[in-house]
């Protein structure tokens, strides 16, 4: 048998032969590129504690919901909040330079994690977005939730439309479909019927509901005389194509003042055209721009008190080039740039908050209980 290679020299330091001994300069998770280290979004703390939240006096606060059992369609938004949290290639202290703002050094903003969900149960999955987003809100953060089918609205505004009571919340909606449908397929709880939900519970009033962008050949005319009797206020795509889209927002922006006391924004990514936005459950053709959606969310979030947000239906399997779920990550950013030119102007944005009842939940932390396979 061959004697192994032997090398004399036992003591060569191979650090200092290759020039690797020299000192480098080590940086933080948060300026690291977005591809090294801990995933979250834009590379924020990772902070899932409300005590902590509470603490640090938490600004806003980005929430996963990764759930997409309810939809009716294409499936796979359960992977948009992953999806969104990558779609990202700056780190560290940014500049918008459509705001000439640095958010990050005006707010404090923590990834707050995600809700607690398992696959294949719709109505747990809702409980546990619930008390997710209600934790999260009632610390005073303004929650962004990423979703996950647009059946998380539900229970995500519900739960911001409680911690701020008793003011009252308004809906800004954006979306290609209205989701007011009464059930889908005698699924109540499904993405078709989210908006419903809200106001036929109570959390939302009717009046206080705007939608922008409903286009395409849904809902039936049944749902729009449901719509009408409830109050509801929408724009229809072919207004933006009429009138533009500075003009539909403008409108949009006075009727979610005239009301509520607190404006919950809510974005599906459908309401974009397919073309640039093609990862999605639902894709409708003829959508708006990603550009006067963007320039949207900033002008809106500018002229409310924002209590919370979502943006959901990036469903990146239909994705080939992260662009959907590129749009998403920049829907949330833009919110969040605002915000900062809310605070630099002196404006609120965090919440007092307020302290929920203890014992509120069935008592015991979540435990692993195996899974299937």
């Known amino acids: 048998m061959a004697e192994r290679p032997h090398d004399p020299d036992v003591n060569r330091d191979f650090a200092a032969l290759n020039g690797w001994d020299r000192e480098y300069e080590s940086f933080t998770d948060f300026d690291l590129p977005t591809y090294v280290g801990p995933l979250s979004f834009m590379k924020l703390p990772w902070v899932t504690d409300p ?24 499936p ?126 109570g959390a939302v009033k009717g009046r206080n509901f705007v939608q922008i962008g409903l286009r395409g050949y849904w809902p039936p005319v049944e749902t729009f005389e449901w719509m009408r009797e409830q109050g509801l206020r929408w724009h229809l795509m072919r207004e933006i194509e009429e009138r533009g889209a500075e003009a539909v927002v403008a409108q949009a922006i006075d009727e979610a003042l005239d009301g509520p006391d607190f404006v919950y924004l809510s974005l599906d990514i459908d309401v974009i055209d397919p073309g640039m936005a093609p990862g999605t459950g639902t894709p409708e053709p003829g959508g708006m721009l ?7 969310i900033r002008q809106i979030v500018a002229a409310v008190d924002l209590a919370g947000m979502d943006v959901v239906e990036v469903s990146p399997p239909y994705d080939h080039a992260e662009t959907t779920a590129m749009v998403a990550n920049r829907a949330a950013l833009e919110a969040i740039s605002a915000l900062a030119v809310r605070r630099t102007a002196g404006k609120p944005v965090r919440w007092a908050g307020r302290e929920l009842p203890p014992g509120r939940f069935p008592a015991g932390s979540p435990e692993h209980h195996g899974h299937p396979g």
Request: hydrophobic share 45%.
């Open 76 to 201: 796979g938004a359960r992977f948009g909040p992953r999806a969104i949290r990558e779609a990202q290639y700056t780190s560290g202290s940014i500049n918008s330079l459509q705001l000439d703002v640095e958010p990050f050094e005006v707010l404090n903003v923590v990834d707050a994690g995600d809700a607690n969900i398992v696959p294949a149960w719709i109505d747990r999955a809702h409980a546990l977005i619930y008390r997710k987003v209600l934790d999260v809100a009632s610390t005073g953060a303004i929650p962004i939730v990423l979703g996950g089918d647009h059946s998380i609205t539900w229970p995500s505004a519900t739960a911001v439309a409680e911690v701020r009571r008793p003011g009252s919340i308004g809906i800004v909606h954006f979306d290609a479909h209205a989701d007011t449908a009464a059930d889908d397929w005698g699924v109540l709880n499904g993405h078709g019927t989210p908006m419903r939900r809200l106001i036929e519970s």
């Open 290 to 296: 990603s550009r006067e959606v963007l320039r949207a």
């Open 51 to 74: 005590a902590e939240l509470r603490r640090r006096e938490i600004d806003v606060a980005i929430v996963g919901a990764p759930f997409d059992d309810a939809v009716t369609h294409r």
